[in-house]
């Protein structure tokens, strides 16, 4: 079992319908290969998390690569896993319009137990000015993935 975390960005012509055409379609294919995980897509910015077994994710990333709906993808982190966090999802997407209810679902996906990578490259991918915002607004630790400081990245292999 492994999982993979890249970010690309959008084809210009990836408008809202074909990025929902194109979700529908990839967990369909997902269904067929066992993979699973979540899409997050802010304006142009995709974010992805995909876990599976090996060969067929790497058959998957491949696939990815050579997709012309995106560009500039960005391996952010491959490891192997004991288990899919996110088995639930054959390919969950978020748009990024609310935030707080996309990091309460991510936890409650994985059970409580968002692996550190995944939470680190979420917060990455998001940046300061859309955190922010979020972290003033909860009083309580009710989303996990912003109040627990996450370990960094180990780096990757040469």
């Known amino acids: ?10 084809a210009p012509d990836l408008d809202r319908v074909e990025m929902f055409r194109l979700v529908y379609l990839i967990r369909a294919a997902n269904e067929t290969r ?3 995980g979540f899409m997050l897509r802010i304006d142009e910015r995709i974010f992805q998390v995909l876990e ?3 060969l067929k994710l790497t058959a998957a990333f491949e696939s990815i690569r050579r ?14 896993t ?5 088995a639930a999802w054959r390919m969950r997407f978020f748009d990024g319009r609310n935030i707080p209810r996309m990091f309460a679902q991510i936890t409650e996906a994985a059970g409580g137990d968002v692996p550190h990578s995944v939470q680190n490259a979420i917060l990455d991918f998001l ?9 003033e607004a909860v009083a309580t630790p009710a989303l996990p993935l912003l109040t627990e ?6 780096p990757r292999p040469c």
């Open 127 to 135: 940046g300061p000015d859309l955190i922010r915002p979020v972290t």
């Open 1 to 10: 079992m492994r999982r993979i975390i890249y970010q690309s960005l959008a």
């Open 52 to 54: 599976g077994e090996a």
């Open 34 to 36: 066992g993979l699973c």
């Open 149 to 154: 400081a996450a370990p960094p990245l180990s």
């Open 82 to 86: 004991e288990r899919a966090a996110f």
């Open 67 to 80: 997709d012309p709906r995106h560009r500039q993808i960005e391996m952010i982190d491959d490891r192997p």
